[in-house]
């Protein structure tokens, strides 16, 4: 009896142990991760399947007036909450705008957000449309008279693992305490 009791409690206490190490698996895997290099706010090529560590995907362009700016600032300040784990995940964006946001235009847009380990990338069209049609964003582009143009866009962070793994799209407008345990919870 003595026995029997003690190896349920020993039973329980390694299914409790075990409970606490989240593992999330990848919804689908993102292929043309792996096989897309894209051009940095520095001006030089990345492989994208470079970048090891866990990352946040978000699409969008730097003459967006409105959700675009928010969504990195919400980014910025969930990283910057998270403390050191956030040094342990890459925020990155993706421009849906090659023709406009050239490596020095995403190097002073990503300087508007105190988010240093910000990685900003562009690239040709047809390497951003196969990136977009595999994360499952959907843009066009729209007039819009302040700015020439506009790209209507889904406002999503995709979290990403280390590898090409997307394991969750979080929806723009969240706060960045929401951001930041979400990103907590999933990614690290």
């Given at each position: 009896?003595?026995?029997?009791?003690?190896?349920?409690?020993?039973?329980?206490?390694?299914?409790?142990?075990t409970?606490?190490?989240?593992?999330?698996a990848?919804?689908?895997s993102v292929?043309?991760?792996?096989m897309?290099?894209?051009?940095?706010?520095?001006?030089?090529?990345?492989?994208?399947?470079s970048?090891e560590?866990?990352?946040?995907?978000?699409?969008?362009?730097?003459?967006?007036?409105?959700?675009c700016?928010?969504?990195?600032?919400?980014?910025?300040?969930?990283?910057?909450?998270?403390?050191?784990?956030?040094?342990?995940?890459?925020?990155?964006?993706?421009?849906?705008?090659?023709?406009r946001?050239?490596?020095?235009?995403?190097?002073?847009?990503?300087?508007?957000?105190?988010?240093?380990?910000?990685?900003a990338?562009?690239?040709?069209?047809?390497?951003?449309?196969?990136?977009?049609?595999?994360?499952g964003v959907m843009?066009?582009?729209?007039?819009?008279?302040?700015?020439?143009?506009g790209?209507?866009?889904?406002?999503?962070?995709?979290?990403l693992?280390?590898?090409?793994?997307?394991?969750?799209?979080?929806?723009?407008?969240?706060?960045?305490?929401?951001l930041a345990?979400?990103?907590?919870?999933?990614?690290?």
């Amino acid at each position: 009896m003595v026995r029997s009791r003690l190896i349920i409690l020993i039973s329980l206490a390694m299914l409790s142990f075990t409970a606490c190490k989240k593992e999330t698996a990848p919804q689908r895997s993102v292929h043309s991760w792996n096989m897309t290099s894209l051009v940095d706010e520095t001006g030089a090529a990345v492989a994208l399947k470079s970048i090891e560590r866990p990352k946040v995907v978000f699409f969008g362009y730097s003459h967006c007036p409105d959700m675009c700016p928010a969504a990195l600032s919400q980014l910025a300040k969930a990283v910057k909450i998270l403390g050191r784990d956030g040094n342990r995940i890459t925020p990155v964006f993706i421009s849906l705008d090659p023709s406009r946001d050239t490596p020095e235009t995403l190097s002073a847009y990503r300087d508007q957000f105190d988010e240093r380990k910000l990685r900003a990338f562009t690239g040709d069209r047809d390497q951003i449309d196969r990136l977009a049609k595999d994360f499952g964003v959907m843009y066009k582009q729209s007039e819009n008279a302040a700015v020439g143009y506009g790209i209507d866009h889904t406002g999503f962070y995709y979290l990403l693992n280390d590898g090409d793994g997307l394991l969750l799209a979080l929806p723009v407008g969240l706060s960045a305490v929401e951001l930041a345990e979400q990103l907590r919870e999933t990614l690290l």
